[in-house]
């Protein structure tokens, strides 16, 4: 997607010294961005001739959705950042919506974005299926992590990590640092890209002679608080005498809980437990430097606002199912020599 050849809202931001996103902030008067970077925003569009576009009213803004789910919130929020600066450089304003278990749901997260007369929406890791007879077809959407999977999604934009070769990638690790008895953390709640993730970190065991099965998975409920339960998971095997060499956790998160529950039982990281997460972009994963396989957000960022920008314009979609490849990050819970 070829973006505007005449200043652009980045173009502002980095004579400012501030993000796209806070020139969005001033551009659509939002009264939470300071007099001086109000008045510094301003002064730079002016010096660069950038023109500002024209909004009466808040119906006349340029606006999108993107509906977000409150599990595994360093994710959204980096991908919600991502999506604000893109979109920010075609002038508009990202109005987000936070689904919470029990209070918000997708439908009233989804009717609610109508109400507000965005242009497009973006969903992260929510359903199409279900919310299949509510779908107002004027609106283009497009997919982040579709919770449902082929063929029921053929027909809409989606974008995905590669899930499949995650998995691989994390036992390719394990069995580069000759782990042999690994131990995988999920949730009990699973989706289709767990499963997948589960398939390729399977499948590359067996590839190399080593057969998992049901015992080398540990399920932990759903909850906000991932760390303390795999924590106190990762301490109840060590007490119960189970075997296992390695962790790899469904977040990074759930990693830094097996990582703390493996010290308080006198377990030394990587000698004696080698430890990789899943993410790789949240505040868990720099905490002591997690190994993790690395989601690209800022790809899949871009190529979902492309898609949508694409639908928006009434413009047929190159690429309707992206798949964005992923990579390991480097850690300290793996031994230097071979993480990759």
């Given amino acids: 997607m ?26 659509n008067n939002d009264p939470k961005v300071s007099e001086i970077t109000r008045k510094r925003v301003l002064e730079a569009c002016e010096n660069l001739h950038y023109k500002i576009p024209e909004k009466t009213s808040s119906g006349n803004r340029k606006k999108i959705g993107v509906i977000t789910s409150v599990s595994n919130q360093d994710y959204f929020a980096s991908l919600l950042n991502e999506i604000i600066n893109y979109m920010a450089d075609y002038d508009y304003t990202v109005i987000n919506c936070s689904m919470e278990r029990g209070r918000f749901s997708l439908r009233d997260s989804l009717l609610t974005l109508y109400d507000s007369n965005v242009s497009g929406i973006i969903i992260i890791s929510g359903d199409y299926v279900s919310i299949k007879d509510i779908i107002d077809p004027s609106i283009p ?15 809409i934009c989606t974008v995905t990590s590669d899930q499949y070769v995650s998995g691989c990638l994390a036992a390719r690790a394990l069995l580069n640092q000759n782990c042999r008895h690994p131990i ?8 289709i890209r767990s499963q997948e993730r589960k398939q390729g970190f399977f499948d590359e065991f067996k590839r190399a002679g ?23 998971a990762i301490r109840y095997l060590i007490v119960k005498g189970v075997e296992f060499d390695s962790v790899f956790a469904i977040s990074d998160w759930r990693a830094l809980g097996a990582y703390t529950g493996a010290i308080s039982m006198g377990k030394h990281v990587p000698e004696d437990i080698c430890i990789i997460g899943f993410d790789g972009v949240s505040l868990a994963c720099k905490s002591v430097n997690i190994t993790s396989v690395q989601q690209n957000t800022k790809r899949l960022a871009q190529c979902s606002c492309d898609q949508l920008l694409h639908l928006i314009k009434g413009e047929p979609v190159p690429n309707k199912h992206i798949v964005i490849p992923t990579d390991i990050l480097p850690g300290q819970t793996l031994l230097e020599a071979n993480q990759l």
């Avoid at 995988?184 to 989706?191: A, F, K, L, N, Y």
């Avoid at 049901?214 to 924590?231: A, H, L, Y």
């Fill in 2 to 27: 070829s973006k505007k050849k005449n200043v652009s809202v980045k173009s502002v931001a980095e004579l400012c010294g501030v993000s796209t996103a806070t020139v969005s902030r001033v551009l």
């Fill in 141 to 155: 959407h497009v997919w982040i992590d579709c919770n449902d999977a082929s063929p029921y999604t053929d027909e």
């Fill in 184 to 191: 995988m953390i999920m949730s009990t709640r699973r989706s």
């Fill in 210 to 232: 080593i057969e998992l099965t049901n015992e080398n998975i540990v399920e932990i409920e759903t909850t906000k608080d991932g760390f303390t339960d795999s924590r106190e």
